[in-house]
């Protein structure tokens, strides 16, 4: 298996764990007998982030990767298969992350 398709599959798998997380977590909720919110507060204080900040760190986590290892990836495509709505709503949340627009990170590795 190709290093690219191994990381189109990381992918995939981080964008459903983000995409079911609602429906996941009220199913673990209910299996260990407690609330989503009791769960979404557990993960919180565990990981001292929101499941929503975890998932765009680890979203930007995997950009930072395929920015590294590739040279001429787009940025674009790159947003696309992150599951990024538009490549400014990208930009914003890597430069959130990293104080740098993923071009200027690029140039700078």
Do not use: D
């Not at 199913?27 to 009791?38: I, M, N, W």
């Not at 298969?81 to 490549?87: D, K, R």
């Not at 104080?99 to 990170?105: A, D, V, Y």
Request: aromatic fraction near 8%.
């Amino acid at each position: 298996m190709s290093i690219r398709t191994r990381k189109l599959i990381g992918t995939v798998a981080l964008l459903l764990l983000v995409s079911v997380w609602g429906l996941l977590a009220v199913a673990l909720a209910r299996e260990v007998g407690t609330s989503a919110r009791t769960l979404s507060r557990l993960f919180s204080s565990e990981t001292q982030l929101s499941f929503k900040s975890w998932c765009q760190r680890a979203r930007i986590a995997a950009a930072i990767e395929r920015l590294s290892m590739e040279a001429n990836v787009s940025v674009k495509q790159l947003a696309a298969e992150l599951g990024y709505a538009s490549v400014p709503a990208f930009s914003h949340a890597f430069r959130q992350v990293t104080g740098k627009t993923p071009t200027e990170f690029s140039e700078t590795k």
